[in-house]
């Protein structure tokens, strides 16, 4: 029973490297969710995805993008890291069953520094 | 739009006495909510869900939130608080219709008192 898995679980990056996080889940969710989570601010959405190939922004999308190619597979990509990028990250998905959405099912989370 | 409010980013009780964790919504649809729990450096926990069939709900460890459309909440309680409980919660909600995503509260972070 993987779930969703989150790969790196920590990261240091220097400010201008790229770099991307990989999630990926085995529970054929058509939803798949980026956030970052900062102190104070809850869990803001950078990018979700409600099926391979199709893709949107959330809250906070500036500095990542995403892509669907699969339905297990759900990357974010950081182009060119920013300190403002310091956070932890967790990847999401879900199901949907008739007129609800089930809950989210959440990576371990992916703690990354940019100096 | 949709949006969530948890009206409380810190809540302090003392251990064995109730706990309220108070959440807002505002959805142009029927929405599906949900309560996460997290502890101090761990991942996100479902604590209950509401997907439109009974208004109360019950969780684990003894929590339940009770769906109220007319006051567009969907607080958590607790009759006794536990040491354990001490952690963040988040109060989520989502939408179905058309594309559909999921919106964090802030959160509130519950402390309990010895």
Same mark, same amino acid.
């Given at each position: 029973?993987?779930?969703?898995?989150?790969?790196?679980?920590?990261?240091?990056?220097?400010?201008?490297?790229?770099?991307?996080?990989?999630?990926?889940?085995?529970?054929?969710?058509?939803?798949?969710?980026?956030?970052?989570?900062?102190?104070?601010?809850?869990?803001?959405?950078?990018?979700?995805?409600?099926?391979?190939?199709?893709?949107?922004?959330?809250?906070?999308?500036?500095?990542?993008?995403?892509?669907?190619?699969?339905?297990?597979?759900?990357?974010?990509?950081?182009?060119?890291?920013?300190?403002? %990028?310091?956070?932890?990250?967790?990847?999401?998905?879900?199901?949907?069953?008739?007129?609800?959405?089930?809950?989210?099912?959440?990576?371990?989370?992916?703690?990354?520094?940019?100096? | 739009?949709?949006?969530?409010? %948890?009206?409380?980013?810190?809540?302090?009780?003392?251990?064995?006495?109730?706990?309220?964790?108070?959440? $807002?919504?505002?959805?142009?649809?029927?929405?599906?909510?949900?309560? *996460?729990?997290?502890?101090? $450096?761990?991942?996100?926990?479902?604590?209950?869900?509401?997907?439109?069939?009974?208004?109360?709900?019950?969780?684990?460890?003894?929590?339940?939130?009770?769906?109220?459309?007319?006051?567009?909440?969907?607080?958590?309680?607790?009759?006794?608080?536990?040491?354990?409980?001490?952690?963040? *919660?988040?109060?989520?909600?989502?939408?179905?219709?058309?594309?559909?995503?999921?919106?964090?509260?802030?959160?509130?972070?519950?402390?309990?008192?010895?």
């Amino acid at each position: 029973n993987a779930g969703v898995t989150q790969t790196p679980k920590f990261q240091v990056l220097k400010t201008g490297q790229s770099m991307t996080l990989q999630c990926a889940q085995d529970m054929n969710h058509e939803y798949m969710s980026w956030y970052r989570q900062d102190p104070g601010m809850g869990l803001r959405l950078i990018h979700y995805s409600v099926g391979a190939g199709i893709t949107d922004q959330g809250e906070v999308p500036n500095g990542y993008n995403v892509s669907r190619s699969t339905t297990e597979d759900f990357p974010l990509r950081l182009l060119s890291a920013a300190p403002s %990028q310091t956070s932890v990250y967790f990847c999401a998905s879900s199901y949907r069953r008739g007129a609800s959405t089930g809950e989210l099912f959440f990576g371990e989370g992916s703690r990354l520094t940019v100096l | 739009a949709q949006s969530v409010t %948890q009206l409380d980013s810190h809540v302090s009780v003392s251990e064995g006495t109730p706990v309220l964790l108070r959440c $807002n919504y505002s959805s142009s649809y029927s929405p599906s909510l949900f309560w *996460y729990v997290q502890h101090p $450096n761990k991942g996100l926990q479902l604590l209950l869900k509401y997907t439109s069939a009974a208004t109360l709900v019950k969780g684990i460890n003894g929590f339940e939130a009770e769906f109220k459309k007319s006051e567009t909440s969907f607080h958590l309680t607790k009759p006794s608080a536990h040491m354990s409980d001490a952690a963040e *919660y988040f109060c989520v909600v989502s939408l179905t219709s058309g594309t559909y995503k999921y919106i964090f509260g802030t959160g509130t972070r519950l402390k309990v008192l010895a």
